[in-house]
């Protein structure tokens, strides 16, 4: 019988697909960019895979976070606006970001403090998952709230039994990913959203991670025709300098100017209580930043009401409104069921309903609880 929180754990586990065995019982993890090579009866950055005997152990079969949300609170724009994404996470996470929101999921077995995340851990089966998808009226099933790229054997499996059922899957992570986890995970997602956290390597290798294993993660993604949309935390005095906004814009725009560039507002979390909270005139200024860069489709979250034209998509050809949004919430849909503007036929890039007429609008713009 478990008696610790990790103990707990490691009975939820199973024998990982994304690994090599290396001499003397090590192997080395393909999960993230750190592709850690662990010993014998050690773990990897991550504290939720481990090495016993030989094999290496991944989480499975529970969930730690579950919860019914709007797809635009991933945030994805251009992603079946006003659909409900049935949303997944467990424990572990790849980086130790000290403003993390989710950080009692995420730090589990790194900061004792996180040890009562024990109490959210919940035994799933895919098919319970597809199961309160259509109970919550999701049409997308997302792995989130802690890095789901090192959790990716038991994200395949519920996405398997999602697509089955015609539901759309998608990845929200860090980005630090390698090209054997984005062949693995590929077949079953459609979207993938990155958290660019900053341009600075000194800054990247704070919160645990390589500037450049995330740039290459974003550029990979969208190489493989993934949707990709990508979001950049403003922090006060961490990476909201003009110099910096400009370096994350320029590098999306090359790698394509039909990417969404979210830049979102801070506020004081976990262990970073330092800087001010983010506020609209800040946001308008990294916004505008990407729309100068070339990128076509620039959006401020977090702070709804306050940030004007930047909540809403513009046809890029004609500069038509084709989707209205408060919030969470979508007030006007006018994207063609060929995923065309209305008024010129433009192709607005993006994963669109195939029906408009089912888009909900004016809806509650707020996660349900799923029981």
């Not at 110099?243 to 725009?253: L, N, T, V």
């Not at 200024?285 to 076509?296: D, N, P, Q, S, V």
Request: hydrophobic share 35%.
């Amino acid at each position: 019988m478990a008696t610790s929180f990790g103990e707990l754990l490691d009975t939820l586990t199973v024998t990982g697909e994304l690994y090599e065995k290396l001499e003397d019982d090590a192997v080395r993890c393909f999960a993230c960019g750190h592709r850690c090579v662990i010993r014998a009866g050690k773990r990897g950055i991550c504290q939720v895979r481990f090495n016993e005997g030989g094999e290496l152990r991944v989480p499975h079969g529970y969930v730690a976070a579950l919860q019914s949300d709007p797809v635009e609170k991933k945030p994805f724009f251009h992603v079946m606006p006003g659909t409900n994404a049935l949303t997944f996470g467990m424990l572990g996470c790849d980086f130790h970001c000290g403003y993390c929101q989710n950080w009692l999921t995420s730090q589990a077995l790194r900061d004792p403090n996180s040890d009562v995340a024990a109490n959210l851990v919940r035994k799933m089966t895919p098919q319970e998952m597809v199961h309160l998808a259509h109970q919550t009226k999701a049409s997308v099933v997302v792995s989130s709230y802690n890095e789901p790229l090192i959790t990716s054997e038991w994200a395949v499996e519920i996405f398997k039994a999602a697509k089955a059922a015609g539901l759309m899957c998608a990845y929200v992570s860090n980005g630090n990913n390698t090209p054997e986890v984005m062949e693995y995970i590929r077949p079953y997602i459609s979207a993938y959203k990155v958290d660019l956290k900053c341009m600075q390597d000194k800054s990247y290798r704070k919160l645990g991670g390589v500037l450049q294993n995330t740039l290459d993660g974003i550029k990979r993604a969208h190489e493989m025709g993934l949707w990709v949309e990508i979001v950049t935390l403003t922090i006060p005095g961490f990476n909201d300098s003009t110099e910096e906004m400009w370096d994350a814009a320029r590098f999306i725009a090359g790698i394509s100017k039909d990417i969404p560039w979210h830049v979102t507002a801070f506020h004081k979390d976990y262990k970073m209580t330092d800087p001010d909270n983010t506020d609209a005139k800040t946001l308008l200024r990294a916004a505008e930043i990407g729309r100068e860069a070339g990128l076509r489709y620039v959006y401020a979250g977090n702070l709804p009401g306050q940030v004007g034209e930047y909540e809403d998509t513009f046809c890029a050809q004609c500069n038509c409104r084709l989707v209205r949004r408060s919030g969470y919430i979508i007030q006007e849909y006018h994207v063609t069921s060929n995923g065309t503007c209305p008024q010129c036929n433009t192709k607005v890039p993006g994963l669109w309903h195939n029906d408009p007429s089912k888009v909900v609008l004016n809806g509650l713009g707020m996660p349900l609880p799923v029981y």
